[in-house]
């Protein structure tokens, strides 16, 4: 049981624990003594092995904390069993040594360069050589849809060699803890430079402690929280921001045969069903080229089909009654809309709303309310799907394609310059590989600092 496990950080000793800023002060300065100590100068290869090691364990059914992740009502995570079950191996999977890294080199160009002076043939040719150092102490302020972005900060902030203090949003917890505990498991010393702790948003007596403390502030949540947090940094504070960005998945003419049609479908079932469409780079809608061999129609229904047997191999679980309010409110609009048009189409889960597709003729980019809850829309070409999805344009995070490859080259250099940060295969779109540049920023590059050393 989680009340078992021992208080090593703050966040296992809440809500019985009172917060003060004098408490958060003393715990950054202890993690800040705890890394000079223990991390700084532990060697990069090291530290690719252990979370390797580590991610593996998180994979296997017989590991105590997956277990006890697994076993855990839906109220401590949001998702029912097999879901979460399915996230967590599509996310640890992905963690492996030489994903890491490549990672490391993608970003800093080579790994030893964490440990000591190293150069490139181009810095050699000019008799230099360059390290690279994380900052002393990483502020993470997260947000409380999904596990996975606040695990994966913590990993990038220990190929760092930082110092790390998250900042848990209220009720999301529950998996960072039983993460941060499986480190401090493997590796104590490690796990004494984390550091988690939670308390409402807003509390600025708590964050003003913290952000004194840091030298970086990574956040996540809403554009307007984003610019209130950057607002109250002292000066010469690094701040990496992630706000609020949609996604949707975009399916040529051609790739719509009968004998493609079908895996498509069942593909886009499962970017719709991941983690319940909650994060950024879920699909809240998917337009589809007229004039396939399968009708966009046709392609709705099949979609609505894989949904269903998704969810009984991975039901969606309980969700809040205002999400199910929405989800009710939603459906009755587009009945009455069904009713009275000859253009929309919906197909839904009886009894509950467990699961929602909707067909409309009218392309205009529409927001789903979620919790599988899939928009379908047809449009005549690439182009004018550009143009009636201009709303969303700048805050696109992943787009989904499915074209003929001379067509998919064509459209991602046109996507590239629309603003989307990542293009990925239907399928994969929840499913990021370990050097995906979220946001289009570099994952390490932003965290690092440079010394050039010319002999």
Known sequence: MMDDLPNYFLLDTQPEAQLTPGIITEACRQLKRNRVQYLRDMPTEHVVTLIAR??????DDLFPFRKLALNSSQDETGFSKPTLARGLDQFFGRITEESLHNLIAQDLG????????????????????????????????????????????????????????????????????????????????????????MWPGGEHPLEAALFDETDCVMAMGRDETLVQIRSRLPEGTRFLGHGHR?????IHRDMLSRAMARDLAKKAAQDVATWNQLGCLSPQLFYLE????????????????????????????????????????????????????????QWKSEGCTSWTVVFEEEPLFASSCLNRFIHIKSVNDFDEMLRVAEMV????????????????????????????????????????????????RPTLGDLVTWTDWEQ
């Open 246 to 250: 949609v996604s949707f998945g975009y």
């Open 110 to 197: 080579d790994p030893r360069r964490l440990d000591g002076p190293l150069g490139t043939p181009e810095e050699r040719a000019e008799n230099r050589t360059a390290m690279v150092r994380g900052p002393e102490l990483i502020g993470h302020i997260t947000a409380g849809n999904l596990p996975c972005p606040t695990l994966m900060s913590i990993i990038h902030g220990l190929l760092v060699g930082s110092a790390q203090f998250v900042k848990c949003a209220k009720g999301a917890g529950f998996i960072p803890r039983l993460f941060a505990h499986s480190l401090y498991d493997a590796h104590s010393k490690l796990g004494a430079c984390l550091e988690l702790a």
């Open 290 to 345: 007229r004039n396939g061999a399968i009708r966009p129609e046709m392609f709705a229904e099949m979609l609505a089909e894989e949904i269903d047997i998704l969810e009984q191999e991975e039901p969606r679980g309980d969700i809040s009654m205002e999400d199910a309010a929405a989800i009710s409110h939603r459906r009755d609009f587009y009945e009455l809309r069904a009713a009275n048009t000859g253009d929309v189409r």
């Open 393 to 440: 344009r700048g805050q696109v995070s992943t787009v989904g394609l499915a074209a003929p490859k001379n067509d998919a080259e064509e459209m991602v250099k046109a996507f590239a310059h629309w603003g989307v940060t990542r293009v990925c295969p239907i399928g994969q779109m929840q499913n990021p590989p370990m050097g995906w540049r979220h946001d289009g």
């Open 54 to 59: 580590i991610a593996d364990n998180w994979r």
